[in-house]
């Protein structure tokens, strides 16, 4: 099953699935600071189905790199999925890419609420071809296992959605 690989791998199935659809994506980081774009620069050859990565960790790096809207995002917080639906939208229309993956999250310690606790993520995957499909999740543990989970289904749904 695709969620007990590890990282590289799916990043290597990513990138057979890409060349096989002769698709090139792009990546729109958040909590996870490019960790999606490392793992698939991990990989040889990337360079022919990986086009860039957008690290918009700040509100105003989603709005001016990515096209986010800013009222959008003091409306329902940088971490919602309306936000990163539009971040991967906004990582085809701003790249040479045909699919793209978009988080943003609290990986904690700090910067949870009763309402987004730490570990909350949400994660958007766009086709230009087919659509998006966009979801919030709950992952547990500390930071860098927070951001792992995030990265490892962030690199699953691409493959999903080629």
């Not at 296992?145 to 749904?157: C, F, K, P, S, T």
Request: aromatic share 6%; net charge negative.
């Amino acid at each position: 099953m695709l969620t007990e690989k590890t990282v590289q791998e799916l990043a290597q199935v990513l990138g057979e699935k890409l060349t096989q659809a002769g698709f090139v994506v792009a990546t729109a980081e958040s909590c996870t600071g490019g960790g999606v774009a490392y793992a698939i620069t991990e990989i040889s050859g990337s360079s022919l189905w990986f086009d860039r990565s957008f690290v918009t960790y700040s509100n105003a790096a989603k709005t001016e790199m990515l096209g986010v809207d800013y009222d959008l995002i003091h409306e329902v917080g940088a971490v919602s999925e309306q936000v990163v639906e539009q971040m991967a939208i906004g990582a085809v229309q701003h790249s040479d890419a045909d699919i793209a993956v978009a988080i943003s999250g609290i990986a904690g310690p700090d910067g949870g609420s009763l309402e987004k606790p730490v570990g909350t993520v949400c994660i958007s995957w766009y086709n230009a071809h087919s659509g998006s499909k966009t979801a919030s999740y709950l992952f547990v543990g500390d930071r860098s296992d927070i951001r792992v989970q995030a990265i490892r289904l962030a690199l699953h749904g691409l493959i999903e959605i080629i």
